[in-house]
């Protein structure tokens, strides 16, 4: 994987109008399909949004998802472990909030976090790391096998120069100064790190397979993803329960 030859872009024959409108037909069509997995309750989803800071995970997530009911969807975002969760093996936060059978669940960042961050700031040593890519495996597997889970694992994938962008925007308009985190700027100085260490973590988490999101525009990024959910909710096999037969 070499994350620099794809590009961050829309493909530019695309009208931005048009996608927009798309994009809300195939909202309106995940949530139609949510209802039925939560009616059946035999199947579960998982949503994975990884990438580096100002990717759009959070907006992603509420486009989306709009239309979705609040009874069979959920989001989670992940941040700094509390002494509770570093307590606890790594993955102990992450899988106590799987989905349920039924259930379609986000995760904001997730257990990739801890062969991420952790290891670019050399927090933890590559054996710790080729361990826990190997309890990743194991634990996405685990989900998908034993209880029918389908997951969808997107890294946001952000050039630097519109990482800067939206960073430099949470400064410059107060209705976004909430978002502003020094520690964003910090961790933009490690980029080539990161970008190193993603790309091994798509090439061998392979439990679930990644897709790598073009998110520098963020209508083109909400296209993209929901096309890809679609197409995975698609393929599922879905029967409502029905009433016996007198």
């Known amino acids: 994987m070499d994350l620099s030859k794809i590009s961050t872009k829309p493909p530019k024959e695309l009208d931005k109008v048009k996608i927009k409108k798309e994009t809300a037909k195939l909202a309106k069509r995940i949530a139609e399909k949510q209802q039925l997995i939560y009616s059946e309750g035999k199947k579960a989803v998982l949503i994975v949004f990884q990438g580096m800071d100002a990717s759009g995970k959070d907006g992603a ?3 989306v998802f709009k239309y979705c009911s609040p009874s069979g969807i959920r989001a989670h975002a992940f941040k700094k472990p509390t002494d509770l969760e570093f307590a606890h093996d790594f993955l102990w936060r992450v899988h106590k909030l799987a989905p349920a059978k039924g259930q379609i669940v986000i995760y904001n960042r997730s257990h990739y976090e801890d062969i991420l961050i952790q290891r670019v700031h050399k927090w933890i040593d590559e054996d710790r790391v080729d361990a826990r890519i190997n309890a990743i495996n194991a634990y996405e597997k685990l989900l998908i096998e034993d209880n ?31 978002k502003h ?12 790190e990161y970008m190193k260490c993603y790309e091994d973590v798509i090439d061998r988490c392979d439990a679930a397979p990644w897709i790598v999101a073009p998110v520098d525009s963020r209508w083109y990024r909400d296209y993209f993803i929901a096309t890809k959910v679609m197409e995975a909710l698609d393929k599922l096999e879905i029967s409502l329960p029905t009433l016996p037969k007198k």
């Not at 308009?173 to 909430?178: C, S």
């Not at 985190?181 to 080539?192: I, K, M």
């Open 148 to 178: 029918n889970t389908t997951i969808l694992k997107f890294y946001m994938h952000i050039s630097p120069e519109r990482q800067l962008e939206k960073l430099q925007e949470r400064i410059d308009d107060p209705a976004k100064n909430w």
């Open 61 to 63: 997530t509420r486009k």
């Open 181 to 192: 985190n020094e520690g964003d700027w910090e961790q933009r100085e490690h980029w080539a």
